[in-house]
């Protein structure tokens, strides 16, 4: 049995005064170089190449070296993984946030987090494509949106917080003429930096300005194998070969691309053939995005997959992925975690399939396999959340539910107590079949499609799983 097995005895030592006081002190400033306690050990293990600091020099690093490695070999973890893993810039701001957390929250399943990895931002609502099933109504509208100074201010609460990574989504971000300033900004800040666009205004100059903006990474929308199929969903003629023009720029810029497809009943059958033009094309990942009613997609309601179908696409990109796939596969449908609990790996080879808060999976040792209910599936309000236009703080882009916003309130005092969001970092508040549900730490349904099916409950059963019909 894993070490991880035992979340109330681990959780019962962190809550302890003097672990407490340890994970504090650990996240405390070094006068003389500017690094954490924490930061200090992990350079230390890592091996990372620095001047040192003597003032850092102490006991703590090797307590903290002592913990890293009794958890890497109780979890099977290759020492040079870790190292790498430790010494990754994003990745150090994410440990720091873990300790704040474990401080703040004690160990949970699944766990809650003192920050999000990941804000969404819907930077805006114009764009220049109608889509059918467009989240957010965007399109030639006319709204007050936060100005440039108030962006450059909110990118500043998120990274002080210790924020992860930000993507700016919309509308089509591209449409506004600061968001190169403004990612730009949130880089220099240490955020990393994603662009979701429709690629049709990814043109060459676009794209070297994307590089000068230190952008990390581009998802880029293609809803179908054809230019048909594709145009029809985006409601404009022609906009399937510029998109595959700016994604070629992209590729071709070497900025690490994605092609994201949100896939329903008309685009089904296509959805082997995107995967396939993501290999073709040399494209690092594919986003299958799950189909939610929200936006204009209420008036495609009819176009959502059954219970059935979502399992068949979920089992085909776990046999994707297993065979071979050049593209890395994600996927947003919770449902895929537990699918990948359910399809264990080749007996004997001491491996399994994980999924990553749903969206990736990857092959872990099996004493690993616990550590998926912490991660929990459906992150919203829990490990990541989204900001409107306005500044409105959501739980998802998905689920326009405003739970306060960023003119009158800080972020991290939203991010904590929001009501909404502390109902969603506790598994026993679900309703419906989600609550009944063997796999409800590792999944927990879809609290978008939850709101959307049952007159805006949040905490109800997902419609959209096979399991719901086992748990009535």
Known sequence: MSILSYDTFWNAIVSMPMTKKMLRLSLRKCNKCGRSVLEAALDDYGKKTRSQCEACSSIYNKVIAFWIEFLRKALGFKRVKVEQLLTDKYARNAV?????????FGIKKPMALCAPFLVVWDFTHKCNLRCKHCYSNSGEVEEEELTTQQALAVVDQLADAHVTALAFSGGEPLTRKDFFQIARYAADRGLYVSLASNGTLLTKENV??????????????????TAKTHDDFRGINGAFEKTLVGLKNCVEADICTCIATTVGKNNLTELPGIIDLAEQLEVERFTYFNFIPAGRGKNHVDQDLSPQEREE?????????????????LATAPQLARVAAQCQGVSGTGEVTMALAHMQTVKVTKKAVPLGEFIGGCGAGRLYCSISPQGDIRPCVFLPTNVGNLKTRAFKDI?????????????????????????????????????????????NGDPGCIMGEKNK
């Open 208 to 225: 070297q300005k994307l590089k000068e903006a230190k952008v990390n990474y581009v998802d880029i929308s293609i809803d179908g194998a």
């Open 415 to 459: 991010w904590l107590n929001a009501p909404l969001f502390n109902a969603f970092r506790n598994r026993s508040n679900l309703k419906g079949s989600c609550s009944k549900c063997t796999y409800k730490y590792i999944c927990g349904g879809c609290r978008a499609r939850s709101a959307a099916y049952n007159n805006g409950d949040t905490l």
């Open 96 to 104: 720091l946030n873990l300790v704040e957390s474990f401080e703040h």
């Open 313 to 329: 696409v979920m089992r085909y990109l776990l046999n994707r992925m297993s065979s071979g796939c050049k593209t890395t596969i």
